[in-house]
């Protein structure tokens, strides 16, 4: 494998994964109370209103409708649960929930907003061995005419994963911030990640002084590790926003770290990375899914951690630190070394 301190500039591509509809299973399937764990997504597209894209879903899933403004609507699904149906404008909703639903300007607002701002569809929580149950929901928007993530070059519409965490423990949070750590520049090549959501603030990577003082701990405890984050991550705006879970952990301190309300505790992660491309045909949801797996499989490797640790720590050039397409290019031969990539 190619030393990942010299310069990859004139190496070969990433490969491109293929499409696939199979969600790939992690190693790690039940959480702490042996329960499956579960997985929400969100996604953001536009090329729909509110009531087509409800009609899509129930045409894919049945449900129920539940208005909550012109703005928002939930669909209550058997066997699955609530999907949230939203325009994904703050502003607007919630002036919609306190203006009267027969208003005219709220309704024209509204569809003036479809054409400018994403709708999204926040799923509700799945057991990860039952995500297929997401396909035909998918394959309906796309038929209804569904358009993704190069359909704005404002937008930059994407999808977001929740896996729920094993475990709440120190030795989990660490296994799985080290896996993504060293990850983080690989899934963007390999996910193939719009220049449009590279621009934007909404994905922005670990910073390499983070990652460095993550890779140069050893058995860190929660305090170190809420710490460490807080310091270098005080934002929404990460690829891996771990301010959901940590805010699950310690709400008091992350509240007076990151003052925002639409920070939501909960015990998942929250990986914000992949595009949304739901109007391609070989295009599902296991599309992403399948990125995460690869941080999910390389958090269960502790000594593997620790050697590409090692091997990130020794490639940092001083002043420069360490050279990002080397280093892709190195993980993205030791992966597919090891059946990963």
């Not at 989990?172 to 911030?177: G, K």
């Not at 909404?202 to 993550?214: F, G, I, Q, R, T």
């Not at 296991?286 to 640790?309: C, F």
């Amino acid at each position: 494998m190619k030393d990942p301190r010299k310069a990859g500039s004139d190496g070969g591509e990433i490969d491109q994964p293929e499409h696939e509809r199979t969600f790939k299973q992690p190693s790690t399937i039940h959480n702490a109370e042996g329960s499956v764990r579960r997985v929400g997504f969100e996604l953001e597209f536009s090329g729909l209103s509110l009531d087509q894209t409800l009609d899509a879903i129930e045409v894919a899933l049945g449900g129920e409708r539940q208005p909550v403004s012109v703005a928002e609507c939930q669909l209550e699904v058997d066997g699955l649960g609530p999907f949230q149906v939203e325009l994904d404008w703050r502003y607007l909703k919630l002036k919609a929930a306190e203006t009267d639903p027969e208003s005219d300007w709220i309704a024209l607002l509204s569809q003036a907003a479809a054409l400018l701002v994403p709708m999204e569809v926040v799923c509700p929580p799945i057991e990860m061995t039952r995500l297929d149950a997401l396909n035909p929901m998918v394959d309906s928007l796309r038929h209804s005419g569904a358009m993704g993530t190069q359909e704005s070059l404002l937008a930059a519409y994407g999808v977001h994963i929740n896996p729920e965490i094993p475990s709440p423990d120190a030795e989990t949070l660490f296994a799985y911030l080290r896996a993504f750590a060293l990850l983080q520049w690989w899934l963007v090549e390999s996910q193939g990640v719009d220049p449009t959501r590279k621009a934007s603030p909404y994905v922005d990577l670990y910073p390499e002084s983070y990652v460095a003082k993550l890779l140069s701990r050893q058995t860190p405890s929660l305090e170190c590790i809420l710490e460490d984050y807080l310091e270098h991550n005080a934002t929404r705006n990460r690829s891996l926003d771990m301010l959901p879970l940590l805010a699950e952990l310690d709400a008091d301190r992350v509240r007076r770290a990151v003052d925002d309300p639409r920070i939501k505790a909960r015990p998942t992660f929250h990986y914000r990375l992949p595009d949304c491309h739901i109007e391609r045909p070989d295009w599902s949801l296991a599309d992403p899914w399948n990125g995460w797996w690869v941080v999910e499989e390389l958090a269960q490797r502790p000594e593997d951690l620790d050697a590409l640790g090692a091997a990130f720590m020794e490639a940092a050039r001083p002043l420069l630190g360490v050279n990002r397409t080397a280093w892709v290019e190195y993980m993205d031969r030791w992966l597919k070394d090891r059946g990963l990539a």
